[in-house]
């Protein structure tokens, strides 16, 4: 579903030609020859050989196998959609970029979003840092932003990358663990690199389990240069800030959806586009001036450090909003090739070492990815602007080049294509001067503050789900001078954090701490501060048998939807349920099908018959249960609140009328304030402070 109010799509139009569509065709061979049979082979006699006569047999096995091509080396699990940005605050003033300058144009983009370390089949859920990357369509040329979900890196300069890969990576003896970093290569990594001290604090935080790609913020990371009509330089760092706010999912949760729905996230993401709920992020920046380059307590080309939003403010410019879904996976999302070094005029690199080496790496890997160098035609990749150069031939050349000349200077094709011109890229002039050396610079010499400054905004619940995290994954390690050395890092981050990890894990605690705690936060950090006022695109699951309140359904359903969120009715077998003033209410699932872990909240509604079916139902008890220990907001009316209790939740109000607390809301009759208690507490996403409880499930 294409959203309607867009007008024009130059990328769209282009791809038009490429969409090939099965409706009133007739099977042909790849030569377009008809075929009259595609279930029997040629075979001599009815039980004699297969013969080499029959060409349609051995294109469609050859083609078969061949049908697959490497997987990504890292982001290897992903998922992708169509949309447009828009910009609303001119950046003329720092850069030269068109579609950063003029707040008329409306740039076409394609996005993916991925996990890191699984295999494209891996589950979505897993702990893992996100991949976010942007491919904007501009009129200049092609400008990919390729970023990740957390602002920082594991480490610093590229030539760690594939020591660090390797250490995350499933272990070569046995391939295990998949999709996880909870293993000993990588916090043996870890507690002899410190530099990822920083990035391990986010990966362990639940930044690393979003509960939507479309409730996710995104970073570029690297600190960029823009360049303006004067040549100016400006530093920058590029922000995506997600309108629906910044949302995770409960750790127990992730590993439970691993198993009931792996497509968790891509699923919701394609939901979400083909509902008309489209997801929209800001694009924000922060700038910093050169002269200011040095005037921070960090290296701003270290890609271990974020600028806290407190020091430089975060300007919201322009809006990414998704609203088209790919036609054909494998042609799109997995043929896109995002490469860092794809920038348009304006928009220049710095000499950040994680950056350098990520500048040679993307256009090698679609090399080997997608066979050769003729992979920037394949049309989702295909740049809107026009494509004008000498280079030819090779594996897959799509287009048909005219003209006697494929070289720079000729006079046979009058000297065209014509170099230069007003547009051409210009590379930043800047003035390089250094001796040959292998040395980190002193200025990125400190891996904790940060790290620390991480562990001080955070809240209280976020903080206690960081040390369950670590307490897991070191949990996992079988080495023990893995765990030690973890925890002797974590206390150069925090004493008592890594007393806290210590404690969980069989490791002697720290003594003493390694430095003092420096004590300043980043309010900007924590996600207790990253919520938003929508529910829309949640989803609320409503528990019924026969005999259920059907007037209290439709009318706390009406509500939500009013709110934008998504209802289901989920019963013990699919169809519909009596109600208890003799309709009937449709069931939008069986209860088997699905778990509370696919959800954001419940309501059981009254109706005494339905309530006393649902109370012997183990499934119906541990999804209120569960979706309690998840600290999802529950919704219960009348004979529903007794569902409660039976589920082993204590302590929930029986008084009259709509009570509100951490998240329960109960009410007597499904007045209007029950339905805005619900919607309220559905706002807050999840009750964390809840977790203290002892509700089995
Ligand atoms: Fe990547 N990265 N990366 N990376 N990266 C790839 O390119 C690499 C880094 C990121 O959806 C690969 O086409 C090196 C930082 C995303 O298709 C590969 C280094 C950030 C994606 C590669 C880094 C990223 C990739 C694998 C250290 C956040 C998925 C397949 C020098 C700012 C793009 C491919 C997509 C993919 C190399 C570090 C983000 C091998 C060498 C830092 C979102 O080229």
Redesign the pocket.
């Known amino acids: 579903m294409v959203n309607p109010a867009r007008r024009e799509d130059p990328k769209q139009e282009q791809l038009e030609s490429r969409r090939v569509s099965p409706r009133d065709a007739r099977l042909t061979t790849d030569q377009g020859i008809r075929v009259d049979d595609t279930d029997n082979s040629l075979s001599a006699g009815e039980r004699g050989p297969s013969l080499m006569d029959d060409f349609h047999l051995r294109e469609k096995i050859t083609h078969f196998d061949h049908e697959r091509i490497p997987e990504?080396?890292?982001?290897a699990r992903?998922a992708?959609a169509y949309g447009h940005f828009r910009l609303h605050e001119s950046l003329a003033e720092y850069t030269t970029a068109e579609f950063l300058c003029d707040t008329s144009l409306t740039t076409p983009v394609f996005v993916?979003?991925?996990t890191?370390a699984g295999s494209r089949g891996s589950a979505d859920t897993v702990r893992d840092v996100r991949?976010?990357?942007t491919k904007f369509y501009t009129r200049q040329g092609n400008f990919d932003l390729?970023?990740?979900n957390m602002p920082v890196?594991f480490?610093q300069d590229?030539i760690k990358?594939p020591d660090f890969v390797h250490a995350v990576k499933p272990e070569p003896p046995n391939e295990i663990p998949q999709a996880s970093s909870a293993h000993d290569t990588l916090w043996d990594f870890v507690q002899l690199q410190p530099e990822t001290m920083h990035m391990m604090m986010w990966l362990m935080s639940d930044r690393a389990l979003p509960r939507s790609y479309a409730m996710m913020q995104g970073?570029?990371?690297?600190t960029f240069r823009f360049v303006n009509a004067e040549g100016r330089a400006t530093f920058v760092k590029f922000h995506w800030k997600p309108r629906l706010g910044t949302h995770s999912l409960a750790w127990d949760e992730t590993q439970k959806i691993a198993g009931k729905d792996p497509d968790f996230n891509r699923r919701d993401l394609w939901d979400r586009i083909g509902d008309g709920d489209f997801p929209e992020y800001d694009l924000c920046v922060q700038l910093v001036p050169v002269e200011d380059e040095h005037r921070f307590d960090f290296d701003l080309l270290d890609?271990t450090k974020l600028i806290p939003e407190e020091d430089v403010p975060v300007r919201r410019v322009g809006t990414l909003t998704l609203d088209r879904n790919p036609d054909n996976f494998f042609a799109e999302t997995e043929q896109?090739?995002?490469?860092l070094a794809n920038v348009v005029p304006g928009i220049d690199f710095t000499d950040d070492p994680?950056?350098q080496?990520?500048l040679?790496?993307?256009l090698?890997?679609?090399l080997i990815?997608l066979g050769g160098p003729n992979f920037p035609q394949i049309p989702v990749n295909r740049p809107v602007a026009d494509v004008h150069n000498h280079h030819r031939d090779g594996y897959h050349q799509m287009d048909v080049h005219q003209g006697q000349a494929s070289y720079h200077k000729n006079s046979l094709s009058g000297g065209c294509p014509v170099v230069g011109g007003e547009g051409s890229y210009t590379h930043f002039p800047e003035r390089v001067d250094g001796a040959k050396i292998r040395k980190r610079s002193a200025s990125f010499a400190d891996h904790y503050s940060q790290a620390t400054l991480f562990w001080n905004s955070m809240s209280d619940w976020e903080k206690g789900h960081i040390v369950g995290a670590f307490r897991f994954e070191l949990g996992k390690c079988d080495h023990k001078h893995v765990r030690e050395g973890v925890v002797e890092q974590l206390n150069h981050v925090d004493h008592d954090l890594a007393v806290q990890v210590a404690d969980g894990v069989g490791v002697e605690p720290p003594q003493a701490p390694a430095g003092a705690n420096h004590g300043r936060t980043s309010p900007a950090l924590s996600q207790e501060n990253l919520g938003s006022d929508s529910v829309q695109g949640r989803k609320v699951a409503i528990l019924a048998a026969d005999g259920v309140d059907s007037a209290a359904v439709a009318a706390v359903g009406d509500a939500l939807k009013d709110a934008g969120a998504i209802c289901e009715v989920l019963a013990a077998k699919d169809g519909f349920v009596q109600a208890a003033n003799g309709g009937r209410v449709e069931v939008t699932r069986a209860m088997s099908t699905v778990a509370s872990v696919l959800y954001d909240a419940v309501l059981v509604p009254g109706g005494e018959r339905s309530v006393e079916t649902l109370a012997e139902d183990g499934d119906a008890l541990h999804f209120v249960a569960e979706a309690f220990v998840h600290c999802k907001p529950i919704g219960a009316l009348d004979a529903g609140i007794d569902l409660l209790g039976r589920a082993g939740i204590t302590g929930v109000s029986s008084a009259e009328g709509t009570v509100s607390e951490g998240g329960v809301v109960t009410g007597t009759g499904p007045g209007g304030d029950f339905s805005a208690a619900l919607i309220d507490a559905m706002k807050a996403h999840r009750h964390w402070r809840r977790q203290k409880s002892h509700v089995p499930a």
């Open positions: 990504r080396v890292v982001h992903g992708g993916r979003f991925s890191v991949g976010f990357a390729v970023g990740n890196f480490i590229g990358f970073f570029g990371v690297h890609p896109v090739a995002f490469h994680l950056l080496a990520r040679f790496s993307y090698d890997t679609q990815r």
